[in-house]
């Protein structure tokens, strides 16, 4: 373009100037050398060149030229065309070029750009720079074919000279002379001597000739040019980069790119990994939109990068070769050199995926088409990389949405990006930024499916990559920790703890970074805390101590939180200082021989001083000396400390207990005590007077007489023995004894028989008559015991020997007693708050419950599952607490309890769990027992087999609770854990402290290696209310039932099945790595069904297992119970590949417990809240399972419903027996819902249906309307408010359904089924008159919860009044609509008279606006002629719908 410009301006500049300056130089400028050498007789070449302006020259001189280039060829041509000798002129020029190039000296020279001549001052008008002689010649049109031949005739002379002097190639030159020509006289012929050319030169010509074809051919040759570059590309692969280099710069017909592209993907495989950046981007840039998704998937498919890196293995095994040879730097550049192709590659991808969206596009669909694990290849994730990191917003939201998606489903896996971390860590360098973004965005993702991901993306990163990445890693990680939302934060720092473990050294450069996080610990749950200090004092105090610069920052945070005379810092100083003596006290291992493994001495005293200081810090508030307590328990359970450490520790623990809590039985107890002390509960066969006891009672007495002293007099705190300090010490002593003794107990054995000192549990039933002072004391005493029981039972629960089991058994019945005498003693003692039991949680000061609101307190707990009502007294077995009076006492009072609990019901337990200590989940083992059934027992009520051990039906429903509680924590994944705004005053993890120390894996095989055990015990529930069926003739409430028993087994069968629910509703089954567990668990229940179910396939699984669960369905004792049951029936259903296979069974089983009639074992119907939410979910599932919703719907509403009108009042419909009146919210509810879930999923209607299509959903849109119908109407019958506020709801989303979906339908129909559609709209008007008086109602009433929903379906009814109008406008049927008035009437349809003075404004379905033209608002009605249809002013027009019922 530049030569083309430059000749126009000299043309420009006016003809005359320039000839006269050509005269000037021919009469002047002429050489003042020797002209010897030239040819004989001036060759014509030689004499039109002079005259024309040019001069040649010899030896190393270039060629002179005095004109501009132009002039020089319009004067060559002038002089040709004037000589005499025209045409053949032409060939004596060109023989004399030849000769003249015979010498390659002069050849060069002619090559060479020519130079202006300087000799007079003027010459400064020839531009400065010209083209060579050669290129000036092959512009003149009439030379250009002949001297084109001359040019390609020498070519091969120099083919295989190298580079002469100065580096100047003359093939190159040569070719070079053919580019950008203004015209090509002969491109046909050209291009074909080009072609031959290339047959014959070597390579470098070849690739000269191939990469300047573009720029030398004219457009018409291109696709001929292309197909014969595309042949030659399948013969050489030497040649795929400049051919491809070539065709991308031709202009080609979309069909032939499409061939030579198709042509370039097969050679794929075949290219050398340096061209491969150059085929792809060759592939990607020749893409149009229609066919961007096919070619990306084929070189998604084709593109091996896992063949273009060595594995590091041999990377490094070929290092060390090539290192013994000369070459000792050789394979480093190896691989890097494959690292820097795959790096273009990526280049190439990367800059048309953001020049072109098509493709961005396409990349994305291809990625998210792969829907099988082993399919996703290492690009795939490279891509996604890619995609993130363009600016582009759209492809960095679908790259993070296409992740999020492919990580939950399970489809790329940490494998994978181990792999792509491995092998290509210095290509993914460059995508750090996006790799840092996608793993902050992954972490705090709600799902729990990504966080992992999230994570492994941040440890891979600071693993593979330069400290600057570590460092952002680092700083991120922080980061998320202080932000204090609660999965956030633990997977981050199990992240730095994992990076403190792997990579120490590295981490020690950022330990200040994590430090920095001791500032944001208010935020930070205890369990958290613990985590911070466990990965600081292990960068701080670990073996390797890299991290030692900030151990003094870490004495003086501790030493600073210790003591403060705040709980929380003195609690976090604490939680650090036992943290801080694990990583300094964790047994060494040898390094080397000479050393012996074990901890230096100066680290001993530093351990010891720290325990001291702890110690003597706690020793003033036994909250503070209890944490303390549970913390080293805690450490000495979950690490291994050095011998020398752990001997510290347990030194003294024993005696101290023993000191502290123990006294011996024999002279009576002295000391003035609230109530008598009484030593209960022993378990010791031989009354031997050397017997101990705890001594419970005293203490507690001490305690609360020592908090009234310090409360009047400023007494200075000291040591005291608090009873809260009773259970932690325990707990800490047994597990100091077991790690010793290597698990055997047998030093403190007497401790889980052994009495307390407490009180005649007698006084419970004389409540009234105490004090508020004693009857706080009697509640404080029943806490500490069952608190020291629990523990007790934490302790012994894995001892073997049958007689320990027996006496754990004991101390289980021991627990559910207590807890019942609890429950009444808080009844008669509101405003009490309990000793605290679990020292870790949040502040505990705040606490305060009421027994007037234990509702409250269930919410507030989280669990939101049903507990079974109070006062769960234990079962028979309870009863044989041991051989003493007490026993007898107790067997005596049951009668009267159950009177009075009928006449004072107890305080449900469920608000006060976090005042009980922590079952471990090893204490659940006990299920693994067999249950206690009446059978067994003789009729004096004591068992004839004792020798096994067995639970009572009070003990199951205790372990079952406690077992649900721990699964829904750690099983139920929370749906977002962020943190509320006003953080709630009570924390959910509080009681769970050991549990959270599981991962939910551990929890889940836990679970299904209790399956067994789980399934025998729901097995004899089943054969336990069988049993009672067939003795009461098919009767519940019998007059052999027992109240109490019915209730714990009917408690105990739901909690089973929630149990098992929960277990097989965890979301870590859908991972593929938890595949075998739930195979395993669904086999556990296939195989109680049959025998030898370990080759089925996991569908035939869920089928036996299904199968199973369907038997226990004539057993179920209540409704709430039913409910479980088909929870976890569909749950089952859900584990395998086809849920809808049971969809009807689920159906029908719903089905038959909704017409089912529920009573209790006392013979009343079941009736109150909880009854009508099981109800509510129960009705859900049936209509949400069944085949047909709209018949279903039409079935209840059309005959159940009437049925129940016309019963007596207390009685129940005959066909739905759980539809009675107090029950008809909770189905009208449902129904309406269900009814408008469904017509959403009524396909809108499309111009293109056929008759039939249309026919059959309009039939769907007749039955939804006709239901809808019949629900509004029975507003007439049930007008209670919660009843109109359930109607105006769902009526307004039903309408908004109709206007969205059904009007479409209607427009395309109308012509074909006129009828249908006019009966469908009167049946709907019908309806939405209705709603209109209900309008008025709501505003007569003026009850905002009405009122709140009538402006927006006022504005619903408005828009169906004008849709009906555009549909008669679009059917050229305008004049069938007519305006009436509606008057505001109530739900009796009596006119409202308040609103008449204001005219009748307010009108059918529209909001109250004046229309244009004065006329009053609109009714639409479809009619044949008017006058048939045309309601009058005066007329009532509700006489339409009255007779609809």
């Not at 373009?1 to 050509?22: F, H, I, Q």
């Not at 072109?356 to 792969?370: P, R, Y």
């Not at 479980?1124 to 049971?1142: H, I, K």
Request: charged share 25%; with cysteine.
């Amino acid at each position: 373009m530049m030569r083309k410009k430059r000749r126009s301006c000299v043309d420009k500049e006016g003809g005359p100037t320039a000839t006269t300056k050509a005269k000037k130089s021919r009469s002047t400028g002429r050489p003042p050398k020797d002209p010897a050498p030239e040819e004989t007789n001036q060759s014509v070449f030689a004499v039109f060149l002079r005259e024309a302006g040019v001069t040649l020259k010899q030896g190393g001189t270039s060629n002179e030229i005095a004109v501009d280039q132009g002039v020089f060829q319009k004067r060559i041509q002038k002089q040709i065309q004037k000589s005499p000798r025209y045409p053949g002129i032409v060939q004596e020029f060109i023989s004399g070029l030849e000769s003249h190039i015979e010498d390659s000296e002069r050849f060069r020279n002619c090559l060479l750009p020519c130079v202006p001549r300087l000799s007079d001052g003027d010459s400064s008008c020839v531009s400065s720079f010209q083209e060579s002689l050669l290129r000036m010649l092959l512009g003149i049109e009439m030379l250009q074919t002949v001297i084109i031949n001359a040019l390609l005739e020498k070519l091969p002379e120099f083919m295989f000279d190298g580079a002469g002097d100065g580096g100047l190639s003359i093939p190159h030159t040569i070719i070079n002379q053919l580019k950008w020509l203004d015209r090509i006289v002969d491109s046909k012929e050209l291009a074909a001597k080009l072609m031959e050319l290339v047959s014959v030169a070597p390579v470098e010509v070849q690739r000269d000739i191939i990469t300047s074809l573009p720029e030398i051919l004219e457009d018409c040759q291109h696709n001929d040019i292309a197909r014969e570059l595309n042949s030659l590309l399948q013969e050489n692969t030497q040649l795929t980069v400049p051919i491809l280099d070539a065709l991308s710069s031709l202009n080609l017909s979309s069909s032939l790119l499409t061939e030579v592209r198709g042509a370039v993907m097969a050679t794929l495989a075949a290219v050398q990994l340096e061209d491969l950046p150059v085929v792809v981007k060759f592939i990607l840039h020749s893409v149009s939109a229609p066919d961007a998704y096919e070619v990306v998937c084929n070189l998604r498919k084709k593109l091996e990068l896992e063949q273009c890196v060595l594995p590091p293995v041999l990377q490094a095994s070929q290092s060390r070769i090539q290192s013994k040879g000369s070459a000792a730097s050789g394979s480093a550049p190896a691989a890097g050199s494959s690292q820097d192709s795959v790096t273009l590659t990526l280049d190439g991808i990367k800059s048309a995926v953001r020049f072109q969206k098509t493709i961005s596009e396409a990349w994305l669909k291809a990625i998210e088409s792969v829907d099988e694990e082993e399919d996703h290849k290492v690009i795939d994730l490279l891509v996604l990389f890619i995609l993130h990191s363009t600016n582009a917003n759209q492809s960095r939201r679908g790259a993070e949405r296409v992740l999020k998606v492919k990580v939950r489903t399970g489809l790329i896996q940490e494998a994978l990006l181990q792999r792509t971390f491995r092998d290509y860590a210095q290509v993914m360098r460059g995508y750090f930024p996006s790799i840092l973004a996608l793993a902050q965005s992954l972490l705090r993702s709600p799902d729990p499916c990504l966080v992992p991901f999230g994570g492994h993306m941040y440890r891979h990163s600071f693993t593979a990559f330069d400290s600057y990445c570590q460092q952002e890693v680092v700083g991120s990680l922080v980061t998320h920790v202080c932000s204090g939302v609660g999965g956030e934060v633990d997977m981050a720092l199990e992240l730095l703890c994992g990076l403190v473990t792997e990579k120490p050294s590295e981490m020690s450069l950022y330990a200040v970074f994590v430090k920095g996080i001791l500032d944001y610990m208010d935020n930070l749950t205890p369990q958290q805390i613990r985590r911070l200090f466990q990965l600081l004092s292990r960068l701080a105090f670990g073996q390797q101590q890299q991290g030692s610069h900030i151990q003094d920052d870490m004495h003086i945070v501790i030493r600073k939180q210790l003591s403060s005379t705040v709980p929380k810092y003195k609690r976090i100083g604490i939680i650090g200082a036992v943290m801080i003596i694990g990583s300094m006290g964790a047994s060494r291992l040898k390094v080397k021989e000479s050393q012996n493994g074990s901890i230096s001495q100066e680290t001993l005293r530093q351990v010891t001083g720290l325990l001291e200081l702890v110690k003597s810090s706690s020793e003033s508030s036994p909250e503070a000396a209890a944490l303390y307590y549970d913390e080293l328990a805690n450490l000495i359970l979950s690490s291994t400390l050095d011998p020398q450490v752990q001997e510290k520790i347990g030194m003294s623990v024993l005696d101290d207990f023993q000191v502290d809590f123990v006294v011996d039985l024999g002279p009576a107890i002295s000391g003035s005590f609230p109530f008598t002390p009484t030593v209960m509960y022993d378990l010791e066969e031989e009354q031997s007077q050397q017997g101990i006891a705890i001594n419970l009672l005293p203490l507690l007495a001490k305690d609360i007489q020592y908090k009234v002293e310090q409360k009047n007099q400023t007494k200075k705190a000291n040591k005291r023995v608090s009873p809260l300090c009773l259970s932690p010490f325990f707990r800490l002593l047994r597990l100091c004894e077991e790690k010793q003794h290597q698990g055997n107990l047998e030093e403190i054995d007497a401790l889980l028989g052994c009495p307390l000192v407490l009180t005649d549990m007698g006084v419970v039933e004389k409540m009234e008559s105490l004090s508020k002072a004693e009857r706080e004391f009697l509640c404080s005493l029943l806490f500490n015991a069952i608190n020291w029981f629990r523990e007790v039972v934490n302790a012994f629960c894995r001892q073997t020997d049958t007689d320990m089991k027996m006496k754990v058994m004991t101390r289980l019945q021991n627990i559910t007693y207590l807890q019942t005498l609890l429950e009444r003693a808080l009844a008669g003692t509101p405003g009490y708050v309990p000793p605290i039991a679990n020292f870790d949680g949040e502040s505990t000061d705040a606490v305060t419950l009421s027994s007037a609101a234990p509702a409250n307190k269930a919410k507030k707990d989280g669990t939101g599952k049903k507990r079974k009502a109070p006062g769960k007294n234990s079962s028979e077995s309870s009863s044989q607490l041991d051989e003493s009076t007490e026993a007898e006492k107790t067997q005596q009072e049951q009668p009267e309890k159950e009177k009075e609990k009928e006449t004072r019901p107890g305080v449900s337990l469920v608000s006060y769990r976090q005042f009980f200590r922590e079952l471990d989940t090893e204490v659940l083992n006990v299920l693994q027992c067999g249950l206690l059934s009446r059978s067994l027992l003789d009729s004096e009520l004591h068992t004839k087999v004792r020798e096994e051990v067995l639970l009572g039906p009070a003990e199951l429903v205790f372990l079952l609770e406690d077992m649900l509680r721990k699964l829904e924590f750690s099983l139920t994944a929370a749906p977002a854990k962020r943190m509320p705004f006003f953080k709630g005053r009570s924390d959910k993890s509080v009681g769970f402290s050991h549990l959270q120390q599981k991962s939910s894996k551990d929890i889940a095989s836990f679970c299904v290696h209790l399956l067994p055990a789980l399934c025998s015990h729901l097995e004899n529930c089943h054969n336990h209310f069988q049993t009672l069926l067939s003795e009461n003739n098919g009767v519940v409430d019998g007059p052999a039932t027992d109240v109490q028993e019915h209730q714990l087994m009917s408690s105990a069968y739901q909690l089973l099945l929630q149990v098992l629910n929960t277990t097989f509703s965890w979301s870590g089954f859908s991972q593929p790595g938890q595949r075998s567990l739930l195979k395993k668990a669904l086999r556990v229940l296939a195989e109680r069904l049959k025998e030898g179910s370990a080759e089925l396939t996991l569908e035939q699984l869920v089928k036996d297992s299904f199968e199973y669960l369907t038997n226990f369905r004539s057993t179920v004792p209540s409704l709430s119970t039913a409910l479980c049951l088909s929870q976890l029936l569909s749950t089952v259903s859900e584990r395998g590949g086809n849920p809808a296979a049971y969809r009807e069974q689920t159906a029908s089983l719903a089905k038959r417990f909704l017409s089912q009639e529920w009573v209790t074992a006392s013979g009343e119907k079941e009736r109150g809240n909880k009854f009508n939410e099981a109800l509510h979910s129960l009705l859900s599932i049936y209509l949400e399972h069944v085949n047909d919703v709209l018949k279903a719907v039409e079935e209840i509403a059309g005959e159940g419903i009437p049925e129940l009108i016309n019963a007596s009042k207390d009685e129940s419909s005959a066909s739905w027996p759980t539809l009675s009146r107090q029950t008809f919210l909770v189905f009208y509810k449902v129904l309406l819902s269900e009814l408008e879930k469904a017509v959403r999923k009524i396909p809108a209607g499309k111009v293109s249906d056929n008759t039939e299509a249309q026919s059959e959903k309009l039939l769907t849109w007749n039955l939804a309307v006709r239901d809808f119908h019949i629900l509004v109407n029975l507003v007439k019958v049930f007008d209670s408010r919660l009843v109109l506020n359930a109607c105006l709801k769902y009526g307004r989303l039903f309408l908004e359904s109709f206007l969205k979906l059904g009007m479409p339908l209607l427009d395309n129909s109308f012509k074909r089924h006129k009828e249908d559609v006019q009966n469908l709209l009167k049946t709907f008007q019908l309806s939405t008159r209705q709603l209109h008086h209900m309008c008025g109602h709501s505003k007569i009433q003026q009850d905002t919860s009405l009122t709140n929903h009538v402006p927006a379906l006022k504005k619903s009814l408005e828009l169906f009044v004008y849709r009906v109008k555009a549909m008669l406008m679009l059917n050229n049927c305008q004049e069938a609509f007519w305006i009436g008035n509606l008057k505001n009437r109530n739900l009796k349809g009596e006119e409202i008279l308040s609103q008449r003075s204001q005219g009748s404004e307010d009108e059918d379905e529209e909001e109250e606006q004046p229309l244009p033209q004065d006329q009053s608002e609109d009714e639409a009605q479809e009619t044949d002629s008017e006058e048939s249809k045309r309601v009058n002013i005066d007329e009532d027009p509700d006489n339409i719908t009255d007779d609809s019922d």
